[in-house]
Each structure stands twice: as structure tokens, then as C-alpha cells.
């Protein structure tokens, strides 16, 4: 039901925008076509779970019946407090070098941070990486970049607990894992304002960026990265990125879906 953002899909690439202009069309005339999901709608005792916002509007556009948000994934790592020097902002980045994922928004964005002393540690393997490499070459950012490739989950954490800022660009998901364990180690997140991302971030950990067209998305993203180079104001955000990442532990997760199945079988409702 996640629709990409039809301004943004220019940004990705002529495979990103053919893949996901055709995505796009096929999964607009299932939602108006498909059968069963409007017989299941019309349940008198259907009860439906959204991973994300948009897809909680979906669903009542098309079939007119509520339902309740619950993230797919969930987070088991204890949280920690990251970044104990503040001369380097630690900029992570993490995912499959692929078009969806977009990275080369982040690294249109990076110049911008002319005065800012920042390394930007990119994980991940993917088809576009030389591509990526050779535009961060023509942006002049190459110094600034580490690339890591596929490593163990054990250094990943490693990267997380030294990180100053979770960057997140992709253009089409549902909720990331990789956005929870950001929080759970302390990171304020920089994401898009769609997707799985605009339900778990909020003000108190992170700062969305409007989805609109690449140039305007580009100079938002910058700006937010400028404003979380202050140390204090990403210091504020760290506490609430740990909060809110306790909302989102699978203890946490398995309570509220025991409470959606209580609910559905009427029983032990007043019990939340």
C-alpha cells in the first residue's frame, strides 16, 4: 500500500524510476481491484494492523475501515549512550546501495556543510556503489566518506555507539530496523517524513524531512544537518532517541498485540 513519491522518483535513477513508477501504478489498481481484501474489510469482526501511517489511510480510502498502527519490527538492544567526543559529527548511514534507498540525496546534501567538521560511514554493498563513489568524487566530499561494505552485525554496533546522527533517505519502506537500533544506541535520526520513519520519529528524537521534490528535499536535509552539528541541541536529542526507542522493544510490542488479539476476541479489553 506504500506509494513512492511520485516528484521524488526523478531522483533515483532511470532504473529507480522505471521500477517504481510501474510499482507504483500496479499496487494503485490492486488497492481499486483486488477482491478479497474488500471482502475481508467487510468482516463484521475484521480488526487490521498498519505498519505505517500512510498505510492506515490507505486502508480507510479504500476500504473504509479503521485500523491500528504496529510496526513490523521491534528493537531487543539495550539502549546505550553514544558519542562521547563531539569534534567530529559522526554522520551513519546504512542499507543496500540501491536506487530506492537513495543515498545520493544525502551526498547532494553534503556540501552544504562547508564549515562543519564531519565524516559520513556508510554500510552496505549494492549496484550503485560505484556510481555513488564517482558523484561523491565530483562533489568533492570524497574525504569525508567511509565505506564499509557487508560487515558483521558486532561492528555495526560499534559504528552505532560512535555515531553522532542516523541519516535515513530511502525513498520506499515500510519501518527499518536499522532506525530502531539508531535509537536504542542514542542517535538522532535525520529521515524522510513518509514511510514507517514518520510514525517513529518525532521532535523528541529526530527531525523529519518533508517529501516534496529532490531540490527542496536536498537543501531541507542539509539544513537539518546544520542544525544537528550543534552538539548541545543533538546532545537533547539523544535522550529522546532512547526513550523512544523503549516504546518500540519486542516486550513493549508483544503486549500490544496481546491487546489487539484480546480485543478482537472481546475479552480483557479493559485490561490496557
Not at 469482526?45 to 505498519?51: D, P, R
Request: hydrophobic share 40%; charged share 20%; with cysteine.
Amino acid at each position: 500500500m506504500e506509494i513512492t513519491n511520485w516528484k521524488m522518483l526523478p531522483s533515483l535513477g532511470f532504473y529507480g524510476l522505471l521500477y517504481f513508477s510501474i510499482r507504483n501504478i500496479i499496487n494503485y489498481f490492486q488497492l481499486l481491484l483486488l477482491r478479497r481484501p474488500k471482502l475481508a474489510a467487510k468482516r463484521s469482526n475484521a480488526l487490521l494492523l498498519a505498519a505505517t501511517k500512510s498505510t492506515r489511510k490507505s486502508i480507510w480510502k479504500y476500504y473504509k475501515i479503521n485500523s491500528f498502527i504496529l510496526p513490523e519490527v521491534g528493537t531487543h538492544i539495550k539502549p546505550i549512550i553514544s558519542e562521547n567526543d563531539n569534534s567530529t559529527m559522526n554522520l551513519i548511514w546504512i542499507g543496500r546501495l540501491i536506487p530506492g534507498k537513495a543515498l545520493n540525496l544525502l551526498l547532494d546534501s553534503l556540501p552544504f556543510l562547508k564549515d562543519i567538521n564531519y565524516k559520513l560511514h556508510i554500510v552496505g554493498e549494492g549496484p550503485c556503489k560505484v556510481k555513488w563513489q564517482k558523484k561523491a568524487a565530483k562533489l568533492d566530499i570524497s574525504d569525508n566518506l567511509i565505506w564499509y561494505g557487508w560487515v558483521d552485525h558486532s561492528v555495526v554496533y560499534d559504528i552505532l555507539s560512535n555515531g553522532s546522527v542516523m541519516c535515513i533517505t530511502s525513498m520506499h519502506d515500510l519501518t527499518s530496523t536499522v532506525i530502531l537500533e539508531a535509537l536504542s544506541s542514542g542517535l538522532p535520526v535525520i529521515c524522510p517524513d513518509h514511510c514507517g520513519f514518520s510514525y517513529v520519529i518525532d521532535g523528541t528524537c529526530g527531525i523529519k524531512i518533508p517529501v516534496s521534490k529532490p531540490n527542496e528535499f536536498i537543501k531541507d536535509y542539509s539544513k537539518a544537518l546544520i542544525k544537528l552539528s550543534n552538539f548541545q541541541v543533538r546532545n537533547e536529542l539523544k535522550l529522546g532517541a532512547i526513550k523512544r526507542s523503549e516504546v518500540f522493544n519486542w516486550k513493549m510490542k508483544i503486549k500490544e498485540l496481546n491487546y489487539y488479539y484480546n480485543k478482537l476476541l472481546k475479552i480483557g479489553v479493559d485490561s490496557k
